[in-house]
Each structure stands twice: as structure tokens, then as C-alpha cells.
């Protein structure tokens, strides 16, 4: 079981960036995924999570309405669209995997974690 994030890097405050997550293990259960990010001293944070299923999504209020969540069932690839980035978007990000029975927006749900991409955006 391997996910790979990528995607990251430097941007200006207004601009764009998508990260993408690929799952290494066909047979993988993908059923919810999920998205976190931190940031130097901070503790990991929710960003978004997904059911592979139905794309029933769930944001952060800090990004909701700038970041989308979306999965390619096809390519084994999960997505973050990034709009609208502002500098306290500013960290790195994971893509990870959720037990489908635990909350989506606790770290302790997610089991498996891929390494993280990190994102830039300056002011």
C-alpha cells in the first residue's frame, strides 16, 4: 500500500495549484480518502476527504469554496484543485486513507499516509 503525493510548489497569493495522490495498490481500498496539511509548529490539519464512491466530499471551512476534492477511479488518482491560494495555505500537504467507519476531519482515522508535497504561496 503506497500513495504518492505531488503537485506542490511555489505560487503567488491569487494563483492555483493541484496536487495529485496516486495509489500505488490496485486492489487498495479507496473507499474514503482525505487530504491534511501542516505547517512549521503547527498540528496537521484537515483539509478535505472524499468517498471514492459517490465523490461525496467534505471540506475545512478554511478552504471551502476555493479547494475541490475529485478522484479519477480509472487512473487510481486523487486531486486537490487549489484556487484563490492565500499565504496561510502555506504548508505541506498529505494525502492519506480513511477508515470508512471514523470521522474524516480526526488525523487518528486516516491509516495510511502518503509523504508530503509542500506548498508555497507568497504574499
Known amino acids: 500500500v503506497q500513495l504518492q503525493a505531488s503537485g506542490g510548489g511555489l505560487v503567488q497569493a491569487g494563483g492555483s495549484l493541484r496536487l495529485s495522490c496516486a495509489v500505488a495498490e490496485a486492489t487498495f481500498n479507496t473507499a474514503h480518502m482525505g487530504w491534511w496539511r501542516q505547517s512549521p509548529g503547527k498540528e496537521r490539519e484537515f483539509v478535505a476527504s472524499i468517498v471514492w464512491r459517490d465523490s461525496k466530499a467534505r471540506y475545512a471551512d478554511s478552504v471551502r469554496g476555493r479547494f475541490t476534492i475529485s478522484r479519477n477511479n480509472a487512473k487510481n488518482t486523487m486531486y486537490l484543485q487549489m484556487n484563490a491560494l492565500k499565504p496561510e495555505d502555506t504548508a505541506v500537504y498529505f494525502c492519506?486513507?480513511?477508515?470508512?467507519?471514523?470521522?474524516?476531519?480526526?488525523?487518528?482515522?486516516?491509516?495510511?499516509w502518503g509523504q508530503g508535497t509542500q506548498v508555497t504561496v507568497s504574499s
Open positions: 492519506a486513507r480513511k477508515d470508512p467507519r471514523l470521522d474524516s476531519t480526526r488525523a487518528s482515522s486516516y491509516d495510511v
